[in-house]
């Protein structure tokens, strides 16, 4: 809303595959309680675009999506870009807008460029939708990177920040110790392959107290013996 006010750019970076699907179905449901404004929305990525045509196709099938109502996506005034040419021309937004673009974390795809034009005005705002991966630049920007590097320079980071922790694809840890639970007989060891170390080490303490099972976290390049 803050973007919108200032007439300028909402850009959210989402994953091509589910990401960019959901956010445009919670702006429904924003567009729908009036919470934001009815302003132009564009899904800018070829992959999403396609990955958005199959929920579409089976958004009547409950038995996939059980979470999702009927109505995935009810934006009046909804674009999707899929040439190159339709996706440069949302760099210099001339009306407020939402730019949906991938890639989630700005490592590649159309969502660079937009960053590349975007993040020198304070003016706009980057809504960076889920976990950012150390290393990545959704993760400098996350962390208060005053200067990001992309196609060989660097750009200054003026734009406004906000990290949205509501759209996480993966299993938390009480979801993931349920899951485990539902095993018939207790597995010879479990080991947390995925996260962060410190992350990795909670969630392996955690299912270890709650179960009395082995739990391990290996070693980056560790070789174990699967029987």
Request: net charge negative; hydrophobic share 40%.
């Amino acid at each position: 809303r803050r973007a919108l006010e200032r007439r300028r750019a909402n850009l959210h970076p989402a994953s091509a595959v589910d990401r960019a699907e959901l956010v445009p179905h919670a702006l429904s449901d924003l567009a729908a309680s009036g919470d934001i404004p009815d302003v132009p929305v564009y899904a800018d990525s070829p992959m999403a675009l396609a990955a958005l045509d199959v929920y579409r196709s089976q958004a009547m099938r409950e038995d996939l999506r059980p979470d999702l109502p009927l109505r995935m996506v009810d934006l009046p005034d909804l674009h999707t870009a899929h040439t190159a040419q339709e996706s440069m021309q949302l760099n210099e937004p001339r009306v407020p807008s939402i730019i949906i673009s991938a890639s989630g974390m700005a490592t590649g795809g159309r969502v660079v460029h937009h960053l590349q034009h975007l993040l020198p005005d304070p003016r706009h705002t980057v809504v960076l939708t889920g976990y950012q991966v150390v290393g990545t630049r959704g993760r400098q920007l996350a962390d208060g990177a005053t200067e990001l590097k992309m196609y060989g320079g660097y750009v200054p980071v003026r734009a406004e920040m906000v990290v949205d922790h509501g759209f996480s694809v993966h299993a938390d840890a009480t979801e993931l110790l349920a899951w485990l639970q539902e095993i018939p007989g207790a597995p010879e060891t479990v080991y947390v392959v995925h996260g962060e170390p410190q992350s990795s080490q909670s969630l392996a303490a955690l299912v270890r107290t709650a179960s009395g099972w082995c739990v391990v976290v290996p070693q980056l390049g560790e070789k174990v013996r699967v029987r």
